[in-house]
Nanobody, 126 residues
Framework: VQLQASGGGLVQTGGPLRLSCVAS????????MSWFRQAPGKEREFLAG????????WYPDGVKGRFTISKDSAQDTVYLQMNNLHPEDAAIYYC????????????????????WGQGTQVTVSS
């Protein structure tokens, strides 16, 4: 499975941005797909995930409301809609895919994922 993330860029504080992640090469192997981000000097942080088959989304506490994950089955693409961005949201955003079922709490860990996209940079100007 290959993942291609795109959509990053420079946005003003309070503005929106939509990231895309296109999956290819054996997408029937995907069970769950997520977005993470990593700011300089910080660990990679889980933001949201979606079950590939059902399209059901899952968010950790504190993220839902500004970030929305969605899936376009026809395009094998997962989106992350980000609204009301803050300077602290600046980071490299990564999409990731997992092949196997895991307990929900495991999706927060990078170890749960088998495939990663290359990352897309988001910069928020104050």
């Amino acid at each position: 499975v290959q993942l291609q993330a795109s959509g990053g860029g420079l946005v003003q504080t309070g503005g929106p941005l939509r990231l895309s992640c296109v999956a290819s090469g054996g997408t029937s192997n995907i069970y769950f797909m997520s977005w993470f981000r990593q700011a300089p000097g910080k660990e990679r942080e889980f933001l949201a995930g979606v079950y590939w088959g059902s399209g059901a989304a899952w968010y950790p506490d504190g993220v839902k409301g500004r970030f929305t994950i969605s899936k376009d089955s026809a395009q094998d693409t997962v989106y992350l809609q980000m609204n009301n961005l803050h300077p602290e949201d600046a980071a490299i955003y990564y999409c990731a895919a997992a092949r196997l079922f895991r307990p929900r709490s495991d999706w927060r860990s990078t170890k749960a994922y088998d495939y990663w996209g290359q990352g897309t940079q988001v910069t928020v100007s104050s």
